[in-house]
């Protein structure tokens, strides 16, 4: 069975003063505010695409490390995975660093680094953005 997700983004006016809204159509969770401004400068109260994608490869990647650990026989207390895309304007998308902090009993750090690499080059999102580089950081508490 496949699963198809949903989002929906309405813009309005030119590219660097206008502005408008992606909404989560297949979750329903919220509407939330892009803009240039945002996305070339940052922001703290807009989204932007990168952040958007930094959220679903944090997620995906933390899900394939579950899996891959749980399948090592050695299932994670917690993982914590932050994801960083670096856009610049003119070039484009050039990175995704994810930093990985977990919890694993049982589990040598040399263990740990293989399996985390393994989740990295094999979950759905890092294959789907197999056009930029992809690092990774990881910490086994």
Known sequence: MSVTSE????WKGALADGSGTVAFRSSGIGTFPI?????SEGSTSVTTPEE???AAHASCFSMALSHALGENG???????TTASVTFTP???ISG???NVNATVPGLDSDDFDRI???AKANCPVSKALAGIEITLEATLA
């Open 116 to 118: 985390a690499a393994d």
């Open 7 to 10: 989002a929906t983004t309405e």
């Open 96 to 98: 995704s660093h994810l």
């Open 35 to 39: 803009d240039w401004k945002a996305r």
């Open 74 to 80: 050695t299932p994670p207390e917690s993982i914590e």
């Open 90 to 92: 003119g070039t484009g």
């Open 52 to 54: 958007l994608i930094a």
